[in-house]
């Protein structure tokens, strides 16, 4: 099945078939360790970056193997936290919530920036923030 997909990637690489096959693997040596195209993406990309922090970390442990010698942790695997469009994505039942919390926060940096530590205590107290 690999070879008809990928069959013309050693041609254009200047590689060898069994080359491309030893970038698909974590043990070169291992004739029996299956083909993983993670793998071969890890073994041909230049940054590899999870899409959270816990997987940036669990794919450090899942990639070790590639580069034996190194620790995960010394692994240059990233992570790059994916955001998301907050006014499509956020519910109105949660937008009145953030709206609600937000302004309190607002009104409590204000009047912190403005008036002493204590009188923002007090007014904090005096409106339940």
Do not use: C
């Not at 620790?71 to 994505?89: A, D």
Request: proline letters at 3%.
């Amino acid at each position: 099945m690999m070879r008809t997909y990928l069959s013309h990637d050693p041609e254009h690489l200047k590689i060898s078939w069994n080359d491309i096959m030893r970038l698909g693997k974590s043990d070169v040596n291992n004739h029996d360790e299956k083909f993983s195209m993670s793998n071969l993406a890890a073994n041909l990309s230049q940054e590899v970056n999870g899409v959270s922090r816990l997987h940036g970390k669990v794919s450090r442990e899942i990639f070790s193997k590639l580069w034996p010698g190194y620790l995960p942790e010394e692994l240059h695997i990233g992570y790059v936290t994916n955001g998301v469009h907050y006014s499509t994505w956020t519910a109105p039942e949660w937008k009145e919530i953030h709206a609600k919390v937000l302004e309190k926060i607002s009104l409590l940096i204000i009047m912190t920036a403005v008036v002493s530590r204590d009188s923002a205590m007090f007014l904090m107290i005096q409106y339940g923030l």
